[in-house]
């Protein structure tokens, strides 16, 4: 089973595409705009026009992709990559060959850009931006590498440019070494851009840490009542809709029973988790996790499956970011993400039922 992409480069209008005011600039080109920056030597973002994308919610990123005519399908990190690529780098070649052609620095800058780690050798730099613009990370989990063909994971390890040679499950092996070891790396941007955007005109200066404090229109108790108790987006509810019942038609029975169940309220779920907000300030943290979880166990909800209960979680997380939520956490990621012990336990669980 093919793993959900994102639109390649060459899948874009070109010419026929909207035109942006953040059009990359050309080097000798004068610089109107003191907010632009240089990325890679050759190239200059509008760093206001990023840092709106870095910032917006779902909804407003549906309707900018459909402005530009692209897919606005996926999550809203896949929808930011998209936009990254249509309206702030529509020049540059982020095609497979166009990654492998880029000097270590040059793919650094990018990785920037697009605000993810951009630290590391050369190739776990190429490895993380063609992840980062081909794959959702929710969809591309070591629980997915098992579900693929050997021509599926014979791709990807040429793509991330792993050996080739050996049966399906050492393929799948290779791939789920690579994931784990840029695990936090990709598919998701610092929550410091998310939260307050570029804070500087000129790019090389680092964003603001992660544990800055957010602007004060965002934490008083009439922005926390607003934002957090506000009536959801149609866009976030599907997306919190599709996300509970991701990879369902490989459970058992009873786990899709439940999965179903809680699908079909959605929208309460919505409710609860802007309620925790509110009172506890705008965290969600491991304190909040389980304040929820008791709340839906008093409904009645289906729970008692562990892979209910982590996909409840997780949607929940979701949800709680896209309202603009602190999450209580030190790397600025998702709570959500299992450690490196955990993650070899399952590809080694995975290797074994393949073999089997």
Sequence with gaps: MRTPRLSSISDRHG?????????????????????????????????????????GRLQKLRQRAE??????????????????????LPDLDLSWEGIQSMSHKEIGEVLKVFGIKSSGSHKERRQRLWLHLNFDSRRLTIEHLAEMSRDDLHELCKKLELDLTGNRTVLMGRVAGVLTSQMNGWGRIKRSLRRNGLQSPMFEVPPVEADDPVLVDETTTEGLVRDFLGIPSEAVLE??????VLGMDKR?????????????????????????LRGH???????????????????????SEAFVRNRVLLVATNIAEVKGARMDDESGRTPLVEDAEDVIQRIRSKISEVDD
């Design 15 to 55: 010419e026929n595409s909207m035109k942006s005011p953040g059009r990359p600039l050309k080097l000798g080109q004068p610089i109107t705009n003191p907010h632009h920056a240089r990325v890679a030597g050759s190239m200059m973002v509008d760093s206001d026009l990023l840092s709106s994308i870095y910032q």
């Design 67 to 88: 402005e530009c005519g692209i897919s606005k399908t996926g999550s809203v990190e896949v929808l930011r990559a998209k936009l990254i690529c249509e309206e702030v």
């Design 239 to 244: 997306d919190a809709s599709d996300s509970l």
């Design 252 to 276: 058992g029975a009873r786990v899709q029973g439940d999965l179903l169940t809680i699908q079909a309220r959605t929208g309460d779920l919505d409710r609860m988790v802007g309620t925790i």
């Design 281 to 303: 300030g705008g965290m969600w943290g491991d304190d909040e996790k389980e304040l929820l979880l008791r709340l839906v166990e008093r409904r009645g909800w289906p729970l």
